[in-house]
Each structure stands twice: as structure tokens, then as C-alpha cells.
């Protein structure tokens, strides 16, 4: 019809060829029948989809959180400690009065804090806070597992909060161990994860951000070095001092360490930052800390290969050709990933040279290094002979047993000879540094080159009498050689 819409004047041409008759009919009804059955075929696609993917749909509730968390939560340990009390008689002045000695003291081994930690490597080192530790005289770690474990205490920074323990294993024993961030891979606001032992209650996870890279947060009474610390809203309470704050990839981005509270407002929790971590370890892992041996080097490694970070001048490493920025790949002739290992490597003979296989660009060599003894060090150094005092030399002296080192003997026309340290003489300081261990002797002694001088402060006995002693303090000036 004219001027119909040719919507509906198709349907009307039903006797045309083509149209709405028979034909046409026919035509629609195959039109129709098809795509019922594609529809019906979509379905039946989607539905096998859905049971099938019906785990996955589950799995929505499995968000980078919980997998963080999953991933770190075997490597968090709970930290007990205690402490040796001594409990005196309130009647002991009178029972001493009566009888002419003392009444006996009881000591008893209390609990004496609570703590976290984090397992840092394969062998069961666990990394955690120092003031955990603290005055305590046994510590116990609660694996994931349920086990309770005895904790020897290795080393630690007081000014850090840093404190690294061992846990007692079976022989080959292996252990979950964390990943650790690159040193500044942080995001300010990125989500992160606190994980310890708040309350001593169990291992628990509280999420946040990261609210600031750079503080430093306020301790009264401890004048702790450590700068630049994170900040974050996540939960850190009380017993989470020494576990990890992590990120969503899971990888250890700090040490939580603290919180501070407004009288009713939330809690703002700070973590020493993995950079620091870092640098900490790898004076821990050290020759001159495991082993009493000078190296020279500090090494780096662990995330990654292992790098060598700095070199001391005039050190072992430095005369042996190391220079920071090489990776070292391997050990007389052994691969080495980890720092432990390379450490425990290093040391196994210090009589033996080290040798170490090395690339520096595209360059790859082996170099040569001989590590030397504190003792040698020092004789090296300063034409001495250096012991720990005892009891016995301590009393003599009138100091305490860490107040310095006794002077066995003194190397003739050595440096501290010519200028006039005699033997039996007690080494109070070195620069105007106390000393009380060899390692503190050594230390100074690093960093000193032939030609260069050092300041002892010792102290002299001269006999006045047949039981008469007199001690005089001088400060003496030593040419190192």
C-alpha cells in the first residue's frame, strides 16, 4: 500500500513472490529455528563455563592480600624469652646476724617478654628486634607448625634495633624463608601487611598503607641511628616488635618496631625499612664478625646476586683486586646464591687463601684473597700480643671484665715498643674508643694504613712494695706499621 512504512508492506505482498505466503513462511521459520538454537547453544556453553570455572568463582575472596599473606606466614615465628631472677630472703640480715653467713639465693628462670621474627634464610637464622631480646636469658621461637624451638642469639645493633638468632635444628634441616624488596622499591600509599604476635595472642595479619617513607618516630630515653623509617596505619601492637611489613608481592619491605598512640587515637606503626635491614645483615654475615678475620669487603645478596657493595682500602679484598660493584658467582670453584653461604664458604679454611670467582661487566675472573686473624692483625699493626682479662686480672686492674685487654707481650722494637707500652699492661682504649674485645681492637686497626698514628690509652702497674701496687694511666702515641 502507498505510504505504508515497508516494515509492514512486506507482510501485506503475502500472495507476491517472496512474501508472506508459503515461501516466506517457511524462510522465517528456518530464521527462527536457528537462532533458538545458537541461543540455546550459548547457554549451554555458559553454563558448562560456569561449572566448571565454579572453584575459580570461589577463589574471589583469594585477593592479593591473602596471597601475600599465605606466601609469608610459614616464614613468621613467635619469639618468648626469659629471664634469670634472683629472689633474696627478706630475713637474710637477720639470718646472717644468727648464724655469720649469708642465706642462700633462689634464682628462678621467669618470662620476660614477648616478640616476632621472621626467618631470613633456609638455615634457620631469624631475623627480629633487639629490645626483645633484651636482659633475657633463654630464647624459645613457635614455628608455624606448632614446633617450639631453642633460639641462640648471634649478634645485633643496639642503635639499629637489630638482632639476629639461630635456631638449634637436625642436620640439614631446611626452613621456609621471606623474600626481601629491593632496597628502595616502596610506593607511598601502596598497600601493606604487618604480620607478628600482638599481645602474645598468635601469628596475625593487619593491613594498611604505606603513609610515609621517611620518619622518625619518637622513643623516649633511646637514642636509637636509625633514620628514615616507614610509617604505616597498619596494626602494630605490642609483640609485633620483630616481624615483617610486607607488600602484596609478599616481600619483606621492613622490621616492624614500634608504635605510637595518642591518648584514644589510632595507632601509628613505624618499621625499620629493608635498606637498612640490608646493611645490617651484611655486617652480621661477615668475616669479621662470624670468624674474627679481616675481609675487607661488604657483600650484599639478599635479593639477587651477590654484589659487592664496598671495599676498605688496604684490606685483604681490596689488595686481591675486589672493587664494589662486582658479582660474586662462586667460591673455590662452588656457586654461591646466598650470603650465609658465602660466608660459611669464606671462613671453612682461614689459613688457606680464598679464591673467588667474579664478573665485572662483561668480564669474568677469579681473584685471590687472604683473610687475616684479629690476633695477626694487631701483631701486624701494633707489634702486640692482646688476651680477654679474667676475673683474676680484672680485680688486679680494679675494672671489670670487658673494661679492656690485657697486654701479654710486646713484639721488641715493634711499634707499641718504641713508644714504650710494656708488657702486663691493661689496653683501655684505642683513639679515645673503649675496647673490651678484640674485635673492637681490630676494628679501629681497619681502618688505619702504615704511616698513620693511634692514640693507647693504657694502663701501668709498677710494684712499690712486697704488697703494694700502684697503677698509672697514660695516652700514648703509636705509628702503625
Same mark, same amino acid.
Given at each position: 500500500m502507498k #505510504?505504508?512504512?515497508?516494515l509492514w508492506s512486506w507482510c501485506e505482498e503475502a500472495d507476491a513472490p517472496g512474501g508472506c505466503g508459503a515461501r516466506g513462511a517457511s524462510r522465517v521459520g528456518r530464521v527462527v529455528a536457528r537462532g533458538a538454537l545458537v541461543r540455546l547453544a550459548g547457554c549451554m556453553v555458559l553454563t558448562l563455563r560456569l561449572l566448571a570455572a565454579g572453584p575459580e568463582v570461589d577463589d574471589i575472596r583469594r585477593d592479593a592480600t591473602v596471597r601475600a599473606i599465605e606466601r609469608v606466614l610459614p616464614t613468621v615465628v613467635n619469639i618468648a624469652t626469659t629471664q634469670i631472677v634472683e629472689y633474696r630472703d627478706p630475713y637474710q640480715d637477720l639470718f646472717y646476724q644468727f648464724y655469720g653467713r649469708r642465706a642462700p639465693v633462689e634464682r628462678r628462670e621467669e618470662p620476660s617478654s614477648i616478640g616476632s621474627g621472621v626467618i631470613i634464610d633456609e638455615e634457620g637464622y631469624i631475623l627480629t628486634n633487639f629490645h626483645v631480646l633484651r636482659r633475657a636469658s633463654r630464647v624459645y621461637v613457635k614455628l608455624q607448625d606448632g614446633r !617450639? &624451638? /631453642? *633460639? /641462640? @642469639?648471634l649478634v645485633y645493633t643496639p642503635h639499629k634495633d637489630v638482632a639476629l638468632l639461630k635456631v638449634q635444628t637436625r642436620p640439614g634441616e631446611r626452613f621456609p624463608a621471606i623474600t626481601f624488596a629491593a632496597d628502595d622499591d616502596l610506593i607511598l600509599g601502596e598497600t601493606v601487611i604487618a604480620l607478628g604476635n600482638p599481645y602474645g595472642l598468635g601469628t596475625s595479619a593487619s593491613r594498611g598503607i604505606l603513609s610515609s617513607k621517611a620518619r622518625r618516630p619518637p622513643v623516649e630515653g633511646e637514642p636509637l641511628g636509625t633514620q628514615d623509617w616507614l610509617q604505616t596505619d597498619a596494626g602494630i601492637n605490642p609483640g609485633n616488635s620483630g616481624g615483617p611489613l610486607i607488600n602484596l608481592r609478599g616481600e619483606l619491605i621492613g622490621i616492624n618496631v614500634a608504635v605510637y598512640r595518642e591518648s584514644q587515637g589510632m595507632g601509628v606503626g613505624f618499621a625499620i @625499612? =629493608?635498606? +637498612?635491614v640490608n646493611e645490617a645483615l651484611s655486617e652480621f654475615f %661477615? @668475616? /669479621? =664478625?662470624t670468624r674474627s678475620l679481616w675481609f675487607g669487603a661488604k657483600v650484599k645478596g639478599l635479593r639477587g646476586p651477590l654484589v659487592v657493595a664496598d671495599v676498605q682500602p688496604g684490606s685483604p679484598a681490596a689488595r686481591a683486586g675486589l672493587r664494589a660493584g662486582m658479582e660474586i658467582e662462586g667460591v673455590n670453584g662452588r656457586t654461591v646464591r646466598r650470603l650465609v653461604e658465602f660466608n660459611r664458604l669464606v671462613t671453612e679454611s682461614p689459613d688457606q687463601p680464598v679464591r673467588l670467582q667474579v664478573q665485572e661487566g662483561r668480564n669474568r675472573r677469579?681473584? /685471590?684473597?687472604? &683473610? !687475616? %686473624?684479629?690476633e695477626s692483625l694487631v701483631e701486624q699493626k701494633l707489634g702486640l700480643r692482646l688476651a680477654p682479662l679474667t676475673q683474676q &686480672?680484672? *680485680? #688486679?686492674? +680494679?675494672?671489670g671484665v670487658g673494661d679492656g685487654m690485657y697486654v701479654e707481650s710486646v713484639e721488641a722494637r715493634g711499634p707499641a715498643a718504641r713508644a714504650g707500652v710494656p708488657a702486663r699492661s691493661l689496653l683501655l682504649g684505642l683513639d679515645g674508643r673503649p675496647v673490651g674485645s678484640l674485635f673492637q681492637v681490630a676494628d679501629v686497626l681497619m681502618g688505619k694504613a702504615s704511616g698513620d698514628t693511634v692514640q693507647l690509652t693504657v694502663v701501668v702497674p709498677r710494684r712499690l712494695g712486697a704488697a703494694l701496687m700502684e697503677y698509672r694511666q697514660v695516652t700514648v702515641e703509636v705509628v702503625v706499621r
Open positions: #505510504g505504508m512504512p515497508r !617450639i &624451638l /631453642e *633460639a /641462640e @642469639p @625499612p =629493608v635498606k +637498612q %661477615s @668475616p /669479621e =664478625v677469579t681473584v /685471590e684473597v687472604r &683473610l !687475616i %686473624s684479629f &686480672l680484672a *680485680a #688486679g686492674f +680494679q675494672v
